[in-house]
């Protein structure tokens, strides 16, 4: 018995790197795998449906049921699309894995409109819009009577959760998806369904020549080898898992909690607002007392 048997998952982003792995260790558990992708080159650019085919030709070859898709996940209707396309198909939606994504990095003050819109819109409209469908499929589920086990698992990045200098679009957007988790897992309890997010650390296209070599030391344990992602990945999109509301960081072996902002030590001055000469210090003391931020990544 799989961890997933039964279920049907759809994985955005699916043909390389992350969303690859994601997809075949889903199959691997038995899961029914929606793999969706467009092809694109790591900058967005071009399409190829290639990749998306030849992945399901791998999983079906080693016993797995899997479906090409090619929807562009931050257009609204081919989002809908997509969603309805797995019911149709399966009868069904139980988890949906949000990982599709590109880079076009920039120093802020050098960056154009487009490099902002287009790195914003993949990753968080890319996020919102395929949720936003699935969770109107599970809702209406819910509000038939029926007892659902929905998961969605959303794509951070500790760009998102800390900054990364050169990427400020990529991390406004995965620092909007953080949020996003938090944001739909409150609202969307009701409804049967749990929402999490993760940061992975990984070698992927994104991620090869800025943080990472292209290759692992020789003989060496892979430690960022995108499998090492997946396990959690799975789990969270299991029924298994029990948590909602949460962000994790993993790399290689290791997995932590993130917290998000929290309320910071309190200065009071009583029953009056403050005065102008009074901010500094309080806003210094509050500084004070609390913890120190976590340094920006290359800062």
């Known amino acids: 018995m799989g ?17 690859r792995s994601h997809a075949l260790a889903f199959a691997a558990e038995g899961a029914t795998v929606v793999v969706n992708d467009l092809g694109v080159s790591r900058e967005g650019e071009g399409g190829d449906p290639g ?31 997509m969603v309805v396309e797995a019911v149709d198909r399966f009868g069904r939606l139980d988890t949906l ?39 109107a499929h599970w ?12 998961r969605v698992v959303m794509t951070t990045s500790g760009a998102g959760l800390l900054g990364s200098i050169g990427q400020g679009n990529y991390a406004a957007a995965k620092a909007g998806i953080a949020l996003l988790v938090v944001q739909a897992a409150a609202e969307w309890g009701r409804y049967g369904v749990r929402v999490n997010g993760v940061a992975p650390d990984a070698r992927t296209r994104m ?29 969270l999109g299991s ?10 960081e993993i790399s290689g072996g290791r997995i932590n909690v993130c917290d998000g902002w929290q309320h910071g030590p309190v200065v009071e001055v009583g ?19 609390g913890p120190d931020p976590a340094p920006v990544y290359g800062a």
């Open 139 to 150: 809702r209406d589920r819910s509000k038939a009577g029926e007892e659902v086990d929905g």
């Open 239 to 248: 029924s298994d898992c029990d948590i909602t509301g949460r962000v994790f």
């Open 271 to 289: 029953e009056r607002p403050f005065g102008i000469d009074e901010v500094g210090a309080a806003v210094h003391r509050s500084i004070r007392e």
């Open 207 to 235: 991620t090869e020549g800025i943080f990472y070599d292209t290759d692992a030391p020789e003989g060496a344990w892979d430690e960022k080898d995108p499998a090492n992602v997946s396990p959690l990945v799975v789990w």
């Open 51 to 81: 990749p998306a085919h030849q992945l399901v030709v791998e999983i079906e070859a080693a016993g797995g049921t899997a479906i090409a898709d090619g929807a562009d996940v931050a257009d609204w209707d081919q989002a809908q699309a």
């Open 97 to 135: 894995v949000c990982n599709a994504g590109f880079l076009r990095d920039r120093m802020l003050a050098n960056m154009s409109e487009d490099e902002w819109d287009s790195v914003v819109r993949v990753h968080l409209k890319g996020h919102f819009a395929p949720v936003r469908h699935a969770i």
């Open 3 to 19: 961890a997933c048997d039964g279920r049907v998952v759809i994985v955005t982003g699916a043909a390389r790197g992350l969303g």
